[in-house]
């Protein structure tokens, strides 16, 4: 297994990049929605509007666009504003998701 990281980490690692790299170029033009720094893992942090709950911002894309994203007291974030997603999730999907995400919270706010 040691020996077979070699082959799959690089393929993680370029993942993760690019859709970072991809969520970035997105979110520079959505003023609604930023990325706080990443720190390291497979997760990245959308800050958005707290006019909406993170429960309910999660509910409602689940819902009404078919993205899964989790609200950030999931992740022990003290207040609202914070959607966390998964960076290993494969480009394509990944970049049609984002789009629903930005498109949904841009039309509610």
Known sequence: LL??????????????????CWLDRQTASCREV???????????????PEAV?????????LAMEGVLVH?????NFPDEGHLVISLL???PVFREGIGRILAHISKSS
Not at 3 to 20: A, D, H, Y
């Open 3 to 20: 020996e077979f990281r070699k082959t799959v980490q690089p393929k993680i690692m370029e993942r993760l990049r690019s859709n970072l």
């Open 71 to 75: 609200p950030g007291h999931f992740y």
């Open 89 to 91: 999730t494969d480009g």
């Open 34 to 48: 930023t990325r706080p720094k990443v720190e390291g893992g497979w997760y990245a942090v959308l800050k958005v």
């Open 53 to 61: 709950s993170d429960e309910d911002w999660a509910v409602d894309l």
